[in-house]
């Protein structure tokens, strides 16, 4: 990685510390410590990250905290973190319990020592497999074909603690046989979305996002026209998106909210039990819900950061 990369990682890393400060009273700060040490706070966070400008992304979880609530007696919190060095700051400090990570960021966050247990992963549909990819793509018309006429282009990433808008096509490239820090103009966007316009405007040659935002999303909401970008590449499956939950919780409030994500947190419970009462789907890329997972589905991220060596898969 390059020191211009690690300096984008440092500062997130402090401005996220500054953001969680500044909340003041925490789950951490809350209620007694179970038998043995463990944490049972009389009030829990749940957190995440929008993939895209949303303003309306604590609505899209309403169901899914309304229905924890019940199941644990607890009051819950949502906030939407800055990034994602944000949530596993959070988690580290005890001021987050519940949190939504990126694949790669919840790879991150076990790699630097936070306690924590991968209870689900978002789906698309109901019985489908958590996971998507991460395509590579260009504005309709461009000579950039595939990743290895990308030397000396810009480059839309979405930002460095991204799995799939930075380390799946930090792997790609490395196939490819170009170097993404040196044989490219990295730009960081922000946003999966962000990513996607950029392409459009012309910002950038070629940029990178999940499936879903490039196929459907921007589309949907009429933000790009139909065929305004082409894909020229497509990562492996991704492993899905994981609510992980912090091991430092007694172990009966923890085991709750477990089994409460892998058989509760979907549009189907959620809209028979009333904890939602017109469209029923679960965070802002309307997903159906969330369906159970363990830590070996992340062994693929694993490998890509043993492709990548990025020096964030060893922190």
Same mark, same amino acid.
């Given at each position: 990685?390059?020191?211009?990369?690690?300096?984008?990682?440092?500062?997130?890393?402090?401005?996220?510390?500054?953001?969680?400060?500044?909340?003041?009273?925490?789950?951490?700060?809350?209620?007694?410590?179970?038998?043995?040490? #463990?944490?049972?706070? &009389?009030?829990? %966070?749940?957190?995440?990250? @929008?993939?895209?400008? *949303?303003?309306? +992304?604590?609505? $899209?979880?309403?169901?899914?905290?309304?229905?924890?609530?019940?199941?644990?007696?607890?009051?819950?919190?949502?906030?939407?973190?800055?990034?994602?060095?944000?949530?596993?700051?959070?988690?580290?400090?005890?001021?987050?319990?519940?949190?939504?990570?990126?694949?790669?960021?919840?790879?991150?966050?076990?790699?630097?020592?936070?306690?924590?247990?991968?209870?689900?992963?978002?789906?698309?549909?109901?019985?489908?497999?958590?996971?998507?990819?991460?395509?590579?793509?260009?504005?309709?018309?461009?000579?950039?074909?595939?990743? #290895?006429?990308?030397? &000396?282009?810009? %480059?839309?990433?979405?930002? @460095?603690?991204?799995? *799939?808008?930075? +380390?799946?096509? $930090?792997?790609?490239?490395?196939?490819?046989?170009?170097?993404?820090?040196?044989?490219?103009?990295?730009?960081?966007?922000?946003?999966?979305?962000?990513?996607?316009?950029?392409?459009?405007?012309?910002?950038?040659?070629?940029?990178?996002?999940?499936?879903?935002?490039?196929?459907?999303?921007?589309?949907?909401?009429?933000?790009?026209?139909?065929?305004?970008?082409?894909?020229?590449?497509?990562?492996?499956?991704?492993?899905?998106?994981?609510?992980?939950?912090?091991?430092?919780?007694?172990?009966?409030?923890?085991?709750?909210?477990?089994?409460?994500?892998?058989?509760?947190?979907?549009?189907?419970?959620?809209?028979?039990?009333?904890?939602?009462?017109?469209?029923?789907?679960?965070?802002?890329?309307?997903?159906?819900?969330?369906?159970?997972?363990?830590?070996?589905?992340?062994?693929?991220?694993?490998?890509?950061?043993?492709?990548?060596?990025?020096?964030?898969?060893?922190?």
């Amino acid at each position: 990685m390059s020191t211009r990369t690690r300096q984008i990682l440092s500062a997130a890393t402090v401005l996220s510390a500054l953001v969680l400060t500044a909340c003041g009273s925490s789950a951490a700060d809350k209620g007694g410590k179970a038998e043995g040490g #463990a944490r049972n706070p &009389d009030s829990l %966070v749940f957190a995440t990250i @929008p993939t895209e400008d *949303s303003t309306t +992304l604590e609505q $899209s979880f309403a169901g899914v905290i309304a229905m924890l609530e019940k199941e644990t007696g607890k009051k819950i919190t949502f906030q939407k973190a800055t990034d994602y060095a944000a949530i596993i700051e959070g988690q580290r400090t005890g001021k987050i319990d519940i949190a939504v990570y990126g694949p790669f960021t919840y790879v991150l966050a076990l790699n630097s020592g936070v306690k924590i247990e991968p209870a689900a992963a978002l789906v698309t549909e109901k019985g489908a497999k958590p996971g998507y990819r991460s395509y590579g793509f260009v504005k309709t018309g461009s000579d950039i074909k595939s990743l #290895a006429d990308a030397k &000396d282009k810009k %480059v839309c990433f979405v930002e @460095p603690n991204s799995t *799939s808008g930075y +380390l799946y096509p $930090s792997a790609g490239f490395i196939e490819a046989g170009v170097d993404p820090e040196k044989d490219i103009k990295p730009v960081m966007a922000g946003g999966h979305d962000a990513s996607v316009l950029s392409v459009v405007s012309g910002q950038c040659d070629l940029g990178f996002a999940y499936d879903v935002m490039v196929e459907h999303q921007l589309i949907d909401k009429k933000q790009i026209k139909p065929g305004a970008v082409e894909t020229i590449w497509k990562s492996e499956i991704v492993p899905g998106s994981p609510a992980a939950v912090s091991d430092e919780l007694d172990s009966g409030l923890k085991n709750k909210i477990v089994t409460a994500l892998q058989t509760k947190a979907n549009a189907d419970y959620l809209k028979d039990n009333g904890f939602c009462t017109t469209v029923c789907s679960v965070g802002d890329q309307g997903n159906w819900g969330f369906t159970k997972v363990s830590d070996a589905m992340y062994d693929g991220v694993r490998k890509v950061c043993a492709t990548t060596k990025d020096e964030q898969c060893q922190s």
